[in-house]
């Protein structure tokens, strides 16, 4: 899998190239990480890469032409060096949202060229002419596409084959399809006490399905507190069991009475 990333600032892509689970991956080969800075696909002694927007107001616009010109650099690169097509996709804030499947998605793939976005925007003919699809992280608003290319570069690696010293991991991770994409249960470690809090019991039981159904419970409960949309998706896939559905039932009726004792 390679990514390549059209960005003004390439340095910021050594974090997820060199630390971490993703920079171990990537010292192994599992993939490939290229920036490209449209700086050096400009044709004028400043460099320029932006000017002021037609129609007035704040702030500057990235233009087509260097944006393009890198565009064709990668795309000859990629080709030269046996690496497959990839698609081209702009992180901005009326993209699609990315998720957890959309990672899953990504991995079964050979790649992305990833656009990364600074000032007020981009010239909207180069997203006509030249990309795909777009992605957003969420509802807020970043400096540029860096932080939010490194993020999904980052959840879609650790789900390549061997990346993960235990594969299991990703299983287990939160939104995940083996936890029906509800929040991953909390997690203990050594000492068995800490602070005068004790490990949960089920945890020390060495009783698989106890262990199993507690950290269940513990995601059921968890999700409904804090994300209760997944909760509804998760059933409408058919996701839930009975036991699942009953526990939430008690969670409900917990949260009633707590409702009634508070008035």
């Known amino acids: ?22 920079g171990r991956g990537h010292a192994q080969g599992r993939w490939a990480l290229r920036a490209w800075n449209p700086r050096d696909y400009t044709h004028d002694v400043h460099r320029t890469v932006d000017d002021r927007p037609y129609g007035g107001g704040p702030g500057m616009v990235m233009l087509a032409q260097p944006l393009e010109d890198t565009l064709a650099a990668v795309r000859a690169d990629r080709a030269a060096t046996g690496a497959p097509p990839a698609r081209v996709a702009l992180l901005s804030p009326t993209g699609r949202r990315f998720d957890q499947a959309a990672a899953g998605e990504l ?20 997203i006509d002419r030249c990309v795909d699809e777009e992605w957003s992280l969420g509802d807020f608003v970043l400096s540029g596409g860096e932080l939010a290319a490194m993020a999904m570069i980052d959840a879609t690696v650790r789900l390549l084959p061997g990346v993960l010293n235990d ?19 909390p997690h203990y470690t050594r000492p068995e006490v800490h602070a005068s ?67």
């Open 1 to 22: 899998m390679r990514f390549d990333v059209l960005t003004l600032f390439p340095d910021m892509f050594g974090v997820v190239r060199d630390l971490g689970v993703t």
């Open 107 to 126: 991995a079964q793939g050979g790649g992305l060229i990833l656009v990364c976005g600074r000032y007020e925007g981009v010239d909207q003919r180069f």
């Open 167 to 185: 594969a299991e991991s990703a299983l287990q991770d939160s939104f995940h399809r083996n936890v029906s994409g509800l929040l991953d249960s």
């Open 197 to 263: 809090l004790a490990v949960p019991a089920p945890l020390m039981s060495g009783h698989h399905a106890r262990i199993q159904r507690w950290r269940r419970d513990q995601s059921l409960a968890l999700t409904a507190a804090r994300r209760p949309e997944l909760i509804e998706q998760a059933r409408q896939r058919g996701e839930l069991s009975k036991e699942d559905e009953r526990v939430l039932a008690a969670l409900r009726d917990v949260s009633a009475q707590a409702d009634t004792s508070a008035s």
